[in-house]
C-alpha cells in the first residue's frame, strides 16, 4: 500500500456551471478543492452552454489555493468528449482536475486520461490534468482496484450513494438512507470498497454527499464515521458543510500531541535496543509508529 501524496481534499464543493451567481462565493470558500458540475447539476439543455461559464469561472476569479475542478458528463454521454475539449481548450492551466463520474471499469479511465493527453499535446501543455473518478455503479464497486489502478493521473477515489442506490436497486430515502430498519452502517461494504481499492492505487478516498444540508449534526456524524473507516475527506454540496469537513478530516491537537510523543518515546526505546515500549499505560510497537507518523504528515499537508 501506499501513502496518498495528493493535496489535502477534507472538502469537495459542488457548485453547478450553469449558476453564475454562486462562483465567486465558491472562489472564496475555504474548500480544498471545489468542482464546477457539467453534470447532473445542469438541465441537459444547458451542458453544453454551461462549459463556458465554467472556463468563464476558472479563468476570471480568484481561487487562491483552492483546488479548481470541473466533473464532466459520463463517457456514455454525448457531452462527455465536448466538456473535455472545450473546457480544457477554454481554460487550460487555470484547471486542476477533471472529476469523471459514473465510472464502472478502468477503460472508462483510460478513455479519459487518453482524450486528455490528445488535447494537453494540442495545446502544447506542460501540466497534466488529474483525475478523481466516481464509484456511484454496482459495476464501479466490483472492479474499484482495477480502476484505482487505471491511471497514473489519479488522486482520488470518490463514494457515490446516490446513483448506486438507483443501480443495486436500494430502497432508501432522499438522503440515501435506508427506508426501512437496517442493522448498521447500510452504505458499509460499498464504503470498504471504495476505500479499500483507493488505499491499494494510493489514492485519496472521499466519502458521498449529505443532500440534508440543513442537518449539519447529520452532516458531521456521517463525516466522523467515514474518518474513522480511513476516509480522506466527503464532498459538500452547500458552502455550510466545507467547516465540518475540513474539521472532521484534519487531525486534533490531542491526535497530534499523543503521536509525537509515541514517536518520541518509541526512539529512545529504540535506541536502549528495545522493540516497543509503553505511553500513559499502553503499549507502543512499531504499528503505533506508522500510525504517530500518518498523523503527522496530515496534520502537515493540511497546515501548509
Not at 475539449?85 to 472529476?99: F, H, K, M, Q, S
Not at 440515501?176 to 442493522?183: G, I, K, L, Q
Amino acid at each position: 500500500m501506499t501513502s496518498p501524496s495528493h493535496p489535502v481534499r477534507r472538502s469537495e464543493l459542488a457548485t453547478p456551471a450553469s449558476n453564475e451567481h454562486m462562483f465567486a462565493k465558491a472562489a472564496a470558500s475555504n474548500a480544498d478543492l471545489v468542482f464546477l458540475d457539467l453534470e447532473d447539476a445542469v438541465a441537459p439543455a444547458q451542458r453544453e452552454q454551461a462549459r463556458g461559464k465554467a472556463v468563464h469561472a476558472l479563468n476570471d476569479y480568484d481561487w487562491g489555493d483552492t483546488v479548481r475542478a470541473v466533473r464532466m458528463n459520463g463517457i456514455d454521454t454525448r457531452w462527455a468528449y465536448g466538456d473535455i475539449v472545450e473546457v480544457l481548450t477554454g481554460a487550460r492551466e487555470n484547471l486542476d482536475v477533471v472529476i469523471v463520474p459514473k465510472v464502472t471499469a478502468a477503460r472508462d479511465v483510460w478513455w479519459v486520461d487518453t482524450l486528455l493527453t490528445q488535447v494537453e499535446d494540442t495545446l502544447g501543455m506542460t501540466k497534466r490534468i488529474r483525475l478523481e473518478v466516481l464509484i456511484e455503479d454496482v459495476a464501479g464497486v466490483a472492479h474499484a482496484e482495477d480502476i484505482a489502478t487505471s491511471s497514473p493521473r489519479l488522486d482520488a477515489l470518490i463514494f457515490g450513494a446516490g446513483d448506486l442506490s438507483v443501480s443495486q436497486g436500494a430502497r432508501v430515502d432522499t438522503n440515501f438512507r435506508p427506508r426501512d430498519e437496517y442493522p448498521g452502517d447500510f452504505w458499509h461494504y460499498a464504503r470498504m470498497k471504495v476505500l479499500t481499492a483507493a488505499r491499494i492505487g494510493g489514492l485519496l478516498a472521499i466519502d458521498a454527499p449529505y443532500p440534508d444540508f440543513k442537518d449539519a449534526a447529520g452532516y458531521e456524524r456521517e463525516a466522523r464515521r467515514a474518518a474513522a473507516l480511513g476516509f480522506s475527506g466527503k464532498w459538500a454540496i452547500h458552502p455550510s458543510q466545507i467547516e465540518i469537513a475540513n474539521d472532521v478530516y484534519s487531525p486534533t491537537e490531542d491526535e497530534i500531541s499523543r503521536a509525537k510523543r509515541n514517536l518520541e518515546a518509541y526512539r529512545e526505546a529504540e535506541a536502549q535496543g528495545l522493540g516497543a515500549t509503553s505511553v500513559d499505560g499502553q503499549l507502543v510497537d512499531a504499528a503505533h509508529v506508522k500510525l504517530a507518523l500518518a498523523v503527522l504528515e496530515q496534520a502537515q499537508r493540511v497546515r501548509r
